[in-house]
């Protein structure tokens, strides 16, 4: 079974930039998050899907990051404009439901780095 | 809110040593607990995890209990191997109304050296 797959794996932009990362999940999984992992943390989530509805945004930054999840399906997160501490590395995850105890798996990231 | 807190790190042990990282956390209601590894270029892996309170979870010879009186859930191996160095990170996960996210400690980063 593949995994989740998110592409590009590195990005390199320059401030003020837009930038747009792709996520596949799991084949079946209904649920989607989007994590922001900063160097030497954890990740923290910025939004979560339930099939195509975003059922928790409270930690995106609306001002200049949207996303996106048509047809219940795949995912792309996207920043306009980039600045220079949006740099960190941008997970994506699945899983089957959202309630507690269920496993989320993730995928590779992709890091940003703004210049 | 929620919170988890990891020890502080580098740890560096050689091979067969025991291994230790403490983890407790801040929740209301009951939450679920994971330990997630992160191995060099890879994404975030689950390790084990445990729903309820004296559950101990285990996988690859890791295990951690979880303890509501201490608010802990440890993570133990008896013996390390040089391919268990990577980041171990503890999380919570709380289902409230439609609210269900993980909340990751800062992660601790392990060193096994033969």
């Known amino acids: 079974e593949a995994g989740v797959v998110q592409s590009p794996r590195y990005k390199i932009i320059e401030k003020k930039q837009p930038v747009a990362f792709w996520c596949n999940p799991i084949s079946g999984h209904n649920t989607l998050y989007w994590y922001l992992q900063n160097l030497g943390q954890g990740p923290e989530l910025l939004i979560r899907y339930e099939n195509e509805e975003a059922v928790d945004d409270s930690q995106l930054p609306k001002d200049r990051f949207s996303a996106e999840r048509l047809k219940g399906v795949d995912s792309t997160l996207k920043i306009q404009p980039a600045e220079l501490g949006d740099s960190a590395v941008y997970l994506c995850?699945?899983?089957?439901?959202?309630?507690?105890?269920?496993?989320?798996?993730f995928g590779p990231g992709t890091r940003l780095t703004v210049l | 809110g929620n919170s988890v807190t990891q020890m502080e790190g580098p740890v560096t042990l050689s091979e067969e040593a025991f291994l230790t990282i403490n983890c407790t956390y801040t929740a209301t209601g009951y939450p679920s607990l994971f330990w997630y590894v992160q191995y060099p270029g890879e994404g975030l892996q689950l390790l084990l995890k445990a729903t309820k309170a004296d559950d101990k979870g285990s996988n690859k010879g890791f295990e951690a209990t979880y303890r509501k009186e201490t608010t802990s859930f440890h993570l133990e191996k008896g013996s390390v191997q040089v391919s268990d160095s990577a980041v171990y990170f503890c999380a919570l996960g709380a289902y409230t109304g439609a609210n269900s996210k993980l909340t990751f400690g800062k992660g601790i980063t392990l060193s096994v050296r033969p």
């Open positions: 995850a699945s899983s089957y439901s959202g309630l507690a105890g269920g496993e989320q798996f």
